[in-house]
């Protein structure tokens, strides 16, 4: 099984939409993170968490909300989808206590919002 | 913004040569790392390089560091059609609370 796993793996939405995209980790890290890769833009973090009670924004956290209701899970949420907020959303997770940061990616929710 | 730059941003080799690809930042760094994304998979950790750092060789990949310059490269050498992906540095920031900062990628293409 997957170290690290995202549902859906793809979802079509409309405009205004409260979508929920979740994580799931086996890996007993401490550490969650959510990114979004859009075409020729890298990925660009949204939000992340260093454990259960720990939520900090990243670089373009408006428009989105998380929840990490375990350690092993961190859910996104769009409150109310728009359009450009289509893209490619990628869970990771690292270890706590390391110098090291070496981040471990889930397999990507391709999200649309028509 | 801290993010990193990577160069070219596409590179077209044949099978059996090496592949070198460039990354630049441009403030201080705790380490860099290069990760590699299939196509429209999650990306996958190659190598990670510290600050006090030079050279790492893993496989047929070897990183170098140059702080200096604020510049990483990463070969692979004797590229094989399976290398074909998406390449990213991502880095490390000195004070900036373990997150890491991704350039937007090299797409690198090796023909059989």
């Known amino acids: 099984d997957a170290d690290v796993t995202q549902t859906p793996r793809n979802r079509i939405t409309k405009t205004g939409k409260r979508i929920m995209l979740e994580c799931s980790q086996t890996k007993g890290h401490d550490r969650m993170y959510w990114y979004r890769q859009d075409p020729g833009l890298g990925l660009r973090l949204i939000y992340y968490?260093?454990?259960?009670?720990?939520?900090n924004k990243g670089e373009i956290s408006d428009g989105y909300s998380v929840s990490r209701q375990a350690q092993a899970k961190f859910s996104l949420s769009l409150e109310s989808a728009i359009p450009n907020q289509t893209a490619l959303y990628f869970c990771?997770?690292?270890?706590?206590?390391?110098?090291?940061?070496?981040?471990?990616f889930g397999p990507g929710t391709r999200l649309t919002v028509l | 913004s801290q993010q990193g730059e990577e160069d070219p941003q596409a590179l077209s080799i044949q099978e059996g040569e090496n592949a070198t690809m460039n990354c630049s930042y441009k403030t201080s760094i705790n380490n860099l790392q290069w990760y590699r994304q299939n196509s429209g998979r999650g990306l996958v950790h190659l190598i990670l390089i510290r600050s006090n750092e030079r050279e790492k060789h893993s496989g047929r990949l070897r990183v170098t560091l140059d702080t200096s310059k604020k510049s990483s490269s990463l070969l692979i050498t004797a590229s094989r059609a399976a290398d074909t992906a998406s390449y990213f540095c991502a880095t490390d920031h000195t004070g900036a609370n373990s997150k890491l900062t991704f350039g937007k990628g090299i797409t690198l293409s090796v023909r059989p």
């Open positions: 990771a997770t690292s270890a706590a206590g390391t110098n090291y940061n070496e981040q471990f």
């Open positions: 968490s260093f454990d259960v009670k720990d939520i």
